[in-house]
């Protein structure tokens, strides 16, 4: 089993719909949680980070699951500009703090 | 700050070349990562550093592969000799610390002929 999975998509959602994934992680030592969003051929670019208490962020909200070991992504109102690849990261304190990346989901937004 | 810079963006180069990418981490980020991008493979971490020391280079795929740091405001990745496999985008991004995000550069897009 991956450390950090996702599902690799891609979720093909109409402009202004709603759309959320998950990423679940496998160890429970996991100390910070973060999404990323990367363009074509561009680098990763961190999107927020993921509070035990859930943080929004304009039509973005994550959340934290530590009991079921996963994170979300929900974002409102999509525009076509959110079609990109979002990656979840963890980092772990037993592997001196290394980022745990996912694969990532594309998200296509349709018009 | 200027964010990470990576150079060359763009380098063609024939197989049996050596090869170097160049990184300038953020200042005061004690950590810096190189990555390499396929579209088979994702992204893979090569090695990382904390505070110019080496921690895991587990990531690098071979002895052709090597990463130095020899300050706090430069490293280099060498690979010698080069072959068309090792075409891929290279990463490389710095954290300030172990619990902080990661900024990445731009990247360096090699392509091996």
């Known amino acids: 089993r991956k450390e950090v999975e996702q599902d690799p998509g891609p979720f093909n959602v109409p402009e202004g719909a709603t759309v959320a994934f998950n990423c679940t992680y496998s160890n429970s030592a996991s100390q910070s949680f973060f999404w990323y969003r990367q363009d074509c051929r561009k680098e990763p670019k961190l999107l927020m980070s993921?509070?035990?208490?859930?943080n929004e962020d304009g039509r973005f909200t994550a959340q934290l699951n530590r009991a079921s070991q996963y994170i979300s992504l929900l974002i409102r109102d999509s525009k076509l500009s959110d079609s990109a690849t979002y990656l979840c990261?963890?980092?772990?304190?037993?592997?001196?703090?290394?980022?745990?990346w996912g694969a990532g989901t594309k998200l296509i937004i349709k018009p | 700050d200027a964010g990470v810079i990576q150079s060359p963006r763009h380098e063609v180069t024939e197989m049996g070349q050596e090869v170097t990418l160049r990184c300038k981490p953020i200042s005061g980020h004690d950590y810096l990562f190189w990555y390499r991008q396929t579209m088979m493979r994702g992204l893979e971490l090569l090695i990382y550093f904390n505070n110019n020391v080496p921690i895991d280079d587990s990531g690098m795929p071979e002895d052709r592969f090597s990463a130095k740091m020899p300050n706090a405001s430069f490293s280099t990745l060498k690979i010698q000799p080069s072959e068309p496999r090792d075409s891929a985008v290279y990463f490389c991004?710095?954290?300030?610390?172990?619990?902080?995000?990661?900024?990445f550069g731009q990247g360096t897009r090699l392509t091996v002929v």
């Open positions: 991004a710095s954290r300030e610390g172990e619990d902080t995000e990661a900024f």
């Open positions: 993921v509070y035990s208490s859930g």
């Open positions: 990261v963890v980092t772990l304190y037993k592997s001196n703090y290394q980022l745990i």
